[in-house]
């Protein structure tokens, strides 16, 4: 019996830890889509004209980045398929490996603007440094579609960063040839400063449901 309690201990110690973990957990989040009129627009991306298109950003000091989205509109009556990136950005190319690739996804065409969101799986990044999150459709099977994204035509409400498009048509071109840069999308992203906690939490609750489930057969056993 006192090697179970200490077992008991033990695991409750484990899950007091990812508790204070969990609690210790806070978000960051940079937008412009509350600013954003909902109908100026950027245009086209897409397989049939310029296939990349992201926003460069600064890591703020909640440095892992969680989420990103961005509006799009794809009015072209044919559906677009596209591979969201992360990339470190070096002030006119991507540079270095990918931080986070995400699977193919595909945009259906509809005539009202539709959030794309990306979970990045608390990507890590250096604070102060600049990144680009970009959506392109140069990885993906070839497609006619093309669309629009919201956009500020006329002012830049997000200073550590800007929209960049690429029409390369190569996923190696992104690296070699600048990128077109000027105002900003409208976009959010989320970004925390420890990992997101519910896999760990998970883990731990699980252990001690495992270890109650043994003590009370081995209690059992004993009547």
């Known amino acids: 019996m006192r090697k179970q309690n200490s077992q008991l201990i033990a695991f409750l110690g484990v899950f007091a830890l990812v508790s204070v973990s969990y609690t210790g957990w806070a978000a960051t ?9 909902g109908s100026s627009a950027v245009s ?13 950003f600064t890591a703020p000091s909640d440095n892992y980045l969680e989420s990103f989205s961005f509006s799009i509109r794809n009015n072209s009556g044919s559906s677009i398929s596209y591979q969201p990136f992360v990339y470190a950005w070096n002030g006119s190319t991507i540079t270095g490996p990918a931080l986070f690739t995400g699977s193919t996804a595909t945009l259906t065409s509809s005539t009202d603007f539709q959030i794309a969101p990306v979970n990045t799986n608390s990507t890590p990044l250096v604070v102060g440094q600049q990144y680009v999150a970009f959506f392109t459709t140069t990885t993906t099977a070839p497609t006619a579609g093309f669309a629009s994204w919201g956009f500020f035509n006329s002012t830049n409400p997000y200073s550590g960063g800007a929209f960049v498009f690429s029409g390369s048509s190569t996923f190696a071109g992104l690296s070699q040839n600048g990128f077109g840069v000027f105002g900003d999308l409208a976009f959010s992203m989320t970004f925390s400063n ?24 081995s209690v059992a056993l004993l009547q």
Do not use: C, D, H, K
């Open 29 to 37: 989040t940079i937008e412009t889509f509350s600013l954003w009129n």
């Open 44 to 56: 086209s991306w897409g397989g049939g004209s310029t296939p990349t298109y992201g926003q460069t």
């Open 194 to 217: 420890v990992p997101e906690p519910t896999s760990a939490m998970l883990a731990g609750m699980g252990a001690i449901a495992i270890f109650l489930r043994r003590r009370r057969a």
